[in-house]
């Protein structure tokens, strides 16, 4: 599982000065923590980790020397600096229902007969940490040829232990068809040329 290594923060230390002297702020927050926990990381360590997670992720955060489970809840990212301000975590704890996002990754496109349009790139869900999911892969080309469309409930994630917050009735991707581009008037200028 990823690991990402965090020091406490001096609430008095401005985020601005911290971003300038190479680190990243962040939250540690839980339903059986007294209060919350004001955190860095150096920005080579966050952005490194943040390759690899999104929203939703599963993780551990090493904090005093010991490994504390968390929730990816945010990722604060300023697209004008093109770097990452935030991270923001919620500690799970065993039994506890949390709100978590699964990524959908879709393999193989170049294999697919058709155009292929992506319509979801995550599932919303709720579930106890010990039934949060991984990325959920779809091998496009393990679909039957005739698969022209897919949808969250075909995905039957509820069978792995969880509530499906995204409707089931949500379009993950389509495959269209290759057209015919001509159309009449087209073809009626190339015979009057």
């Given at each position: 599982?990823?690991?990402?290594?965090?020091?406490?923060?001096?609430?008095?230390?401005?985020?601005?000065?911290?971003r300038?002297?190479g680190?990243?702020?962040?939250?540690?927050?839980?339903?059986?923590?007294?209060?919350?926990?004001?955190?860095?990381?150096?920005?080579?360590d966050?952005?490194?980790?943040?390759?690899?997670?999104?929203?939703?992720?599963?993780?551990?955060?090493?904090?005093?020397?010991?490994?504390?489970?968390?929730?990816?809840?945010?990722?604060?990212?300023?697209p004008?600096?093109?770097?990452?301000?935030?991270?923001?975590?919620?500690?799970l704890?065993?039994?506890?229902?949390?709100?978590?996002?699964?990524?959908?990754?879709?393999?193989?496109?170049?294999?697919?007969?058709?155009?292929?349009?992506?319509?979801?790139?995550?599932?919303?869900?709720?579930?106890?940490?010990?039934?949060?999911?991984?990325?959920?892969?779809?091998?496009?080309?393990?679909?039957?040829?005739?698969?022209?469309?897919?949808?969250?409930?075909?995905?039957?994630?509820?069978?792995?232990?969880?509530?499906?917050?995204t409707?089931?009735?949500?379009?993950?991707?389509?495959?269209?068809?290759?057209?015919?581009?001509?159309?009449?008037?087209?073809?009626?200028?190339?015979?009057?040329?």
């Open positions: 599982m990823l690991t990402l290594k965090a020091e406490k923060r001096n609430p008095d230390e401005k985020a601005k000065k911290l300038r002297d680190f990243i702020t962040g939250v540690l927050y839980g339903k059986e923590m007294k209060e919350n926990i004001s955190l860095k990381f150096t920005e080579k966050a952005s490194a980790f943040i390759k690899n997670a999104k929203e939703g992720t599963q993780a551990y955060l090493e904090l005093d020397g010991k490994n504390v489970d968390v929730l990816v809840k945010n990722i604060d990212f300023d004008l600096t093109k770097k990452y301000m935030a991270l923001d975590f919620q500690a704890v065993a039994g506890e229902i949390v709100s978590a996002t699964v990524p959908i990754v879709y393999v193989n496109e170049d294999k697919v007969q058709g155009i292929f349009e992506a319509e979801l790139s995550e599932v919303h869900y709720k579930a106890d940490p010990a039934h949060l999911l991984e990325p959920v892969e779809i091998d496009l080309a393990a679909l039957p040829q005739t698969t022209k469309t897919m949808y969250v409930k075909d995905l039957k994630l509820e069978e792995k232990g969880v509530h499906v917050t409707s089931g009735e949500q379009q993950l991707f389509h495959i269209g068809e290759y057209g015919q581009e001509e159309t009449d008037e087209t073809e009626e200028t190339e015979e009057t040329k």
